[in-house]
């Protein structure tokens, strides 16, 4: 069964607007967290935004937001003010724990995302 | 702190032929992720140790695949024999998970690119 569902495979956003990249998630466990990274087209993953699943506020890290709705099971990235070299995969991933107690990652298929000028 | 390490970048080998790949994660962290990356599957969880004993090999694809974490601070991915299906990103990945109510991000190395001929 798909744990982490994005079901955007590419979207395109105007430069300096706002775009929202949508994530839904699927666990039993209470406690997990909930991650973006971000894949140019260089190759490596960067880290941007993370939710704990007992976090009362949305996290937000300058201009990425991460809109947590826990009763819909949605964690969707939001970048405001779109940038040029925001072009790139998205990647949502939720870290769970395990039947045997341990913890894993695991990641959605991406989002590409466009950024025209 | 030097981030995860892989070797090699990228390695071209012909099929048949037993390929090996390396990872040294940041130290003091107590997870190593191994994971694939190809267009028509995205990320793909292959195994990952914690506290360098295997924790969930259910990824690897079949018996031509094996991993090994001798200590905390190396781990292989051998394919032997290899086949062109193999071709792809191998990315190596550590974390610190021990406290659930931090984010214990994944930290990436930067890839090795495989292409099986």
């Known amino acids: 069964a798909q744990k982490i569902t994005q079901t955007q495979p590419g979207m395109f956003v105007q430069e300096k607007?706002?775009?929202?990249?949508?994530?839904?998630?699927?666990?039993?466990?209470?406690?997990?967290?909930?991650?973006?990274?971000?894949?140019?087209?260089?190759?490596?993953?960067?880290?941007?935004?993370?939710?704990?699943?007992?976090?009362?506020?949305?996290?937000?890290?300058?201009?990425?937001?991460?809109?947590?709705?826990?009763?819909?099971?949605?964690?969707?990235?939001?970048?405001?003010?779109?940038?040029l070299g925001d072009s790139a995969m998205y990647f949502c991933a939720m870290r769970e724990r395990t039947q045997g107690g341990s913890e894993k990652l695991v990641f959605g298929k991406g989002t590409k995302l466009t950024v025209n000028p | 702190d030097a981030g995860v390490i892989q070797s090699p970048r990228h390695e071209v080998t012909e099929m048949g032929q037993e390929v090996t790949l390396r990872c040294k994660p940041i130290s003091g962290h107590d997870y190593l992720f191994w994971y694939r990356q190809t267009m028509m599957r995205g990320l793909e969880l292959l195994i990952y140790f914690n506290n360098n004993v295997p924790i969930d090999d259910s990824g690897m694809p079949e018996d031509r695949f094996s991993a090994k974490m001798p200590n905390a601070s190396f781990s292989t991915l051998k394919i032997q024999p290899s086949e062109p299906r193999d071709s792809a990103v191998y990315f190596c990945a550590s974390s610190f998970f021990r406290d659930r109510v931090r984010s214990g991000e994944l930290f990436f190395g930067e890839g090795s690119r495989l292409t099986v001929l």
Do not use: H
């Open chain 1, 17 to 83: 607007e706002a775009v929202t990249l949508d994530c839904t998630y699927d666990t039993s466990d209470p406690s997990y967290g909930l991650f973006w990274y971000k894949q140019p087209s260089s190759g490596e993953m960067i880290f941007l935004i993370y939710q704990g699943s007992y976090d009362q506020q949305n996290a937000t890290e300058g201009r990425y937001s991460l809109n947590f709705q826990k009763a819909r099971k949605s964690a969707n990235l939001v970048i405001s003010a779109s940038q």
